[in-house]
């Protein structure tokens, strides 16, 4: 089984900086994408940004140019520095990963349990 422990939420002030962390850690052969996802009150979860296993990356739109998804293949971690945060930011973040626990099997999704990121005004 596959485990994904997040970290680094909080309360900030609007345009003020955090970092989150996702560590995985459990049986693990290799990795695909890692991601980042939020969800506020009342909305839908939604994708915030996205790694490969080969560094690409790619961002929501209401994201871009503030957040940076950056990822440490060899302690199979994710973090999403996010910069000049809005109240909009405002959400339970949840870190994602595809993820095999052999070679050969099939990549399964996994999650972790959320972190808060709260941005007063």
């Known amino acids: 089984q596959v485990q994904l422990v997040e970290s680094g939420g909080g309360l900030v002030q609007a345009g003020g900086s955090l970092t989150l962390s996702c560590a995985a850690s459990?049986?693990?052969?290799?990795?695909?994408?890692m991601a980042w996802y939020r969800q506020a009150p009342g909305k839908q979860r939604e994708l915030v940004a996205v790694?490969?296993?080969?560094?690409?990356?790619s961002y929501a739109d209401s994201v871009k140019g503030r957040f940076t998804i950056s990822r440490d293949n060899a302690k199979n971690a994710v973090y999403l520095q996010m910069n000049n945060l809005k109240p909009e930011d405002t959400a339970a973040y949840y870190c994602?990963?595809?993820?095999?626990?052999?070679?050969?099997?099939?990549?399964?999704?996994?999650w972790g349990q959320g972190t808060q990121v709260t941005v007063n005004s």
């Open positions: 994602n990963a595809a993820a095999r626990i052999y070679s050969g099997s099939r990549y399964y999704d996994y």
């Open positions: 459990g049986t693990i052969f290799s990795i695909n994408h």
């Open positions: 790694t490969t296993s080969g560094g690409s990356t």
